[in-house]
Each structure stands twice: as structure tokens, then as C-alpha cells.
């Protein structure tokens, strides 16, 4: 079995969702935060030994206080961040161990996941080497000026909406950050992307939306009971034939 290590990126200022000065992968999502709820897809799985969370160096000490609970139980690993988002990565990146076959890297801020859509992505990338979550461009895509006028309409053939986990060979990712020179990438697609090794997209759901406003916190509450739950096989008793007619 091909051994994983997932980096959760949770080192973002949140300027575009703050709220009572807590950044949005420290929000409750139904009783738990939501880096907690992304977190936990991974830490119960057989084939991820190492999981590596970064957080801004100025929210270490809250951090480290609010949940060392679930960090002692969860065996999960903090890294500070960097200035963006690709130093982040490449500091947690840092911490994986030699051992680990394939990097996934997975945002803090999407909770909403679940073990079959982890599942495709992770066999893909053994296969390829490369893959991660995405959704195929359903609306119409408008190209505007400065002004907000509209210039053109975008032709949507052949454009996905890319997603995490993205997951990658762990040197390929490793020759990638090697070759980043001045590319400050939006993910880490775009690194394996400048380095030319092609990379598979795994169509995932909708469902799996980042966190990154007010109103995406209001749709995660509501989308969380539409995750696909895994089936559980109930024991069966003499009357369970006639209840289900």
C-alpha cells in the first residue's frame, strides 16, 4: 500500500471572512471547527501516516492552546507558514517524511469532503503521479474591463474548477518547489504545471467548496448533511422486510 502525508495549508489572513478576529479555519462548522472537519478525512485513513497542518506564526500560541487535544489525539504535526501560500507548502513540505510515497495537499478552509472523492483522487495520482479534485465550468464565464463592463464572453469547453486535495509524487513535488523560481503559484497544480509533468483531473462535487466568506459559512452549514456518508451495514432481525415495505 502506497504510504501519504497531507499538508493542510491554514496560514491565510482571511480578509475576506473574519469574524469576532478568529480567521475563517478557526470558525465552528456544527460544533467543530473547520480545519478540524477537513483535517479528520485524512487522520482516519490506513494509508495517510503523517499530517502536517501550517498556521501563521501569529496564530501558533492560540493554536496550540485551543486544540491540543485533538492535536495529541489526531497525531498532528504543526509547521509555521510563510509569507504566501507556496512558502506555506514548502515548509510543511520540509517536514515529510522520507518514507511517505505521495504528497496531498489539502485546504484547511474545505471541510466538506468524503472518503470516496479522497479515494479517486489518491488512486489516480498512484497511476499518474499526479491528480487532484476539480468540477467541470457549468455557467456561462464573462471576460470584464476595469470598469466592470463586460468585454466577451469565455468559451466554458474544456474548463474545470480546480479543487483540493491535489495530490503528487512526493518527488515530483519536491523537483517542482526545486524549479518555482520567481512563479508564485495559486496551487500547487500550477507549480507541477510550470515543471511539465501532466497532471490528472478527478471530477469531485460541488459540495466540496472552500470556506472564504460569510455567506460560504452560511451554505457549508446547510451542504454538510449532503455529504455522501459512507455505507454502514445494519444487522439485519426478523422484521426488517416487513419495515421496509
Not at 496550540?64 to 509547521?79: D, S, T
Not at 514548502?90 to 479522497?118: M, S, T, Y
Not at 476595469?146 to 474548463?159: F, H, K, M, Q, Y
Not at 479543487?163 to 515530483?172: A, E
Request: proline fraction near 5%; charge should be neutral; hydrophobic fraction near 45%.
Amino acid at each position: 500500500m502506497a504510504k501519504f502525508a497531507v499538508i493542510l495549508p491554514a496560514a491565510g489572513k482571511s480578509t475576506r471572512l473574519a469574524m469576532k478576529n478568529r480567521k475563517k479555519v478557526f470558525l465552528d462548522l456544527k460544533g467543530r471547527a473547520v480545519w478540524l472537519r477537513a483535517a479528520e478525512h485524512f487522520t482516519n485513513r490506513d494509508d495517510v501516516i503523517q499530517t502536517v497542518i501550517v498556521i501563521s506564526p501569529e496564530d501558533m500560541e492560540f493554536f496550540k492552546e485551543k486544540y491540543a487535544p485533538n492535536l495529541a489525539f489526531m497525531n498532528i504535526q504543526i509547521v509555521a507558514g510563510g509569507a504566501d501560500r507556496s512558502e506555506s507548502v514548502r515548509n510543511g513540505l520540509a517536514q515529510i517524511r522520507p518514507d511517505v510515497d505521495f504528497v496531498a495537499v489539502h485546504d484547511a478552509a474545505r471541510p466538506l469532503l468524503c472518503k470516496e472523492w479522497i479515494d479517486r483522487v489518491f488512486k489516480t495520482a498512484e497511476q499518474t503521479g499526479a491528480a487532484m479534485a476539480g468540477i467541470r465550468v457549468t455557467s456561462t464565464l464573462k471576460r470584464v474591463d476595469s470598469n466592470g463592463c463586460i468585454e466577451a464572453t469565455v468559451p466554458r469547453d474544456n474548463l474545470w474548477e480546480a479543487q483540493t486535495p491535489q495530490v503528487f509524487r512526493r518527488q515530483l513535488l519536491l523537483d517542482a518547489y526545486a524549479k518555482q523560481g520567481h512563479l508564485k503559484p495559486t496551487d500547487e497544480a500550477q507549480l507541477i504545471e510550470q515543471y511539465g509533468h501532466p497532471i490528472s483531473m478527478v471530477e469531485c462535487s460541488s459540495i466540496n467548496m472552500k470556506i472564504t466568506t460569510a455567506e460560504d459559512l452560511r451554505l457549508a452549514e446547510a451542504a454538510l448533511e449532503a455529504v455522501p456518508k459512507p455505507n454502514v451495514l445494519r444487522p439485519l432481525h426478523p422484521f426488517a422486510d416487513e419495515e421496509a415495505k
